[in-house]
């Protein structure tokens, strides 16, 4: 007997509705961290999903930003804020940069803070350290961040600190919002309105408008020039260093007055745009130094102690900058030059050839300017008499010559103006005031620009050279001659076109006459 088929149709299954997934809420803000002296743009976002409450942040975070989920997580606290019973998660991307820094602190609050708000401000970046209490703090590294990213035209808008407006009012180009607590912060961003309520700094200094560019510049003086007895051709020299930037050296007897001449050097220097200024000051910030945004040159004298690290920067993790860079735009002195390391001596070749340094390490390379004028002393001889008329020099001619042969021809190359200074005498009297070499200094300054010089004489290149120092027929046959009878290198050749473009601004002369060369062949080093 065959079963039976039933052939009806299927039962219908009811189709259940699924409730629409409810998207986690991603919130973003902007920040930055160094990276060598440069600034990175890191975007800050923050996720609350379901699963067990937690506070993560992720993206090679450094101890300092891992840290700041305490301190966050007190200043919410203290604030009556209830943190919701999800799981927090802070990204800070891209992920293969390392970050560090304090200044975290306040975007990663406001994020956890504004949870319940759907926000992605573009273009408005977040920096600031925060206190147990919710107070908003400055940190050292606010200034070169800010500067750095302004440079690269990143930033226009920014959330600060109200402490650290004292400093960062110098930076002309961006709207600063200072807070003071983590509060106010919040408050701004659920209104969604950010006012600039910074002014723009101004500098106390003397002003110079040449070409709708204005450079700042003081008549203070630690030292004058008329303490230094004599030494006139030393002087003339020291004046002309400054008017171009020229690279100097000086030999002469111990006392003779070398290092009253190269700490004098620095207040006669040429002016500066507001750009060196802030570079200046970024440096210090980055050296853990507070600056005075003075419109003076800095001028740093390492002792020949000083490691290669502490004069090129470095360091076996991050690399730091170092003497070097300190020194940009303005004087880095070596006193008793022999005794510096080979090593250090030899390193110096690439910055007073490109301005430039480059630190290579395993976990980071950094490069920054090292636009520097080198001046550099040292004794004729180990026992220092051997140019005295009066007392005699206890070296023996080995001596002496393992002495000189510690600078290197390349080196020695890169210097612009050598000169031997003269043994002091009663009848040695002051010639001269700092105040009055500063005004003439000023006067060769201002033809540089005239010209349309973005580098100072000494720092021309050798296109540049081409352009800006032209010679009289007399001027071009006296170097001619030069060249073939003291067998003048490319470089010597430069220099000495260089120091006579500079002599002939400080003689209001249009073009390089004859009597410029001849001075500056003065200054060329005797082999």
Not at 175 to 181: I, L, P, Q
Not at 239 to 260: D, Q, R, V, Y
Not at 266 to 285: C, G, N, T, Y
């Amino acid at each position: 007997m065959n079963a039976k088929i039933d052939s009806g149709t299927p039962p219908k299954v009811k189709k259940v509705k699924q409730k629409p997934k409810k998207e986690a809420i991603v919130n973003r803000l902007t920040s930055a961290t160094l990276e060598g002296v440069n600034a990175k743009v890191i975007e800050v976002e923050a996720t609350f999903t379901k699963g067990l409450p937690g506070f993560a942040v992720v993206g090679l975070a450094n101890s300092d930003i891992q840290e700041a989920k305490e301190r966050v997580k007190s200043a919410l606290l203290v604030n009556e804020f209830v943190f919701p019973p999800l799981k927090i998660t802070i990204g800070l991307s891209p992920s293969e940069i390392k970050k560090s820094g304090s200044h975290f602190d306040l975007p990663l609050a406001l994020l956890v803070a504004l949870n319940k708000k759907s926000f992605e401000e573009k273009g408005l970046f977040v920096f600031g350290e925060l206190g147990l209490d919710g107070r908003v703090k400055s940190s050292s590294m606010i200034f070169p961040l800010i500067l750095s990213l302004k440079e690269q035209g990143v930033i226009k808008r920014a959330i600060v600190p109200q402490e650290a407006i004292v400093y960062l009012s110098h930076i002309s180009g961006v709207e600063f919002v200072a807070v003071d607590t983590l509060n106010e912060a919040i408050s701004l961003l659920k209104s969604g309105t950010f006012k600039a309520n910074v002014k723009q700094f101004d500098y106390d200094a003397k002003q110079l408008k040449i070409a709708n560019k204005v450079y700042y510049y003081e008549e203070e003086y630690e030292g004058d020039f008329k303490e230094v007895k004599g030494q006139m051709v030393a002087k003339r020299a020291a004046m002309i260093a400054a008017a171009g930037m020229h690279n100097l050296f000086m030999e002469g007897n111990p006392g003779c007055g070398k290092s009253m001449i190269a700490k004098r050097i620095r207040d006669i220097l040429p002016p500066m745009e507001e750009v060196e200024l802030l570079s200046i000051a970024k440096h210090q910030f980055l050296d853990g130094q507070e600056p005075d945004f003075r419109a003076k040159r800095p001028m740093r004298s390492p002792h020949h102690t000083a490691t290669s690290a502490s004069i090129f920067g470095g360091g076996s993790g991050q690399a730091k900058i170092g003497e070097v860079a300190l020194a940009s735009s303005g004087i880095l002195f070596f006193d008793e030059i022999p005794h510096f390391s080979k090593n250090i001596l030899e390193a110096m070749r690439e910055p007073l050839q490109d301005r430039k340094v480059l630190i290579a390490r395993v976990q980071s390379k950094i490069e920054y300017d090292a636009d520097i004028m080198f001046v550099a002393a040292q004794n004729p001889c180990p026992c220092g008499n051997l140019l005295s008329k009066v007392k005699a020099c206890r070296c023996s001619e080995q001596e002496i010559k393992r002495y000189k042969n510690k600078l290197s021809d390349p080196f020695l190359d890169r210097i612009d103006l050598f000169v031997v200074m003269q043994e002091v005498e009663s009848t040695d009297c002051s010639d001269v005031t700092s105040f009055a070499m500063h005004k003439v200094v000023i006067e060769a300054f201002i033809q540089q620009k005239k010209r349309g010089q973005k580098r100072l004489n000494g720092k021309l290149t050798e296109a540049e050279i081409e352009i800006v120092c032209i010679l009289t027929t007399e001027a071009q046959n006296i170097l001619h001659t030069a060249i073939s009878k003291f067998a003048l290198s490319h470089r010597s050749i430069g220099s000495v076109k260089k120091i006579a473009r500079t002599i002939a601004d400080l003689n209001q002369h249009e073009k390089i006459e004859k009597k410029d060369v001849l001075e500056a062949l003065s200054y060329r080093r005797r082999a």
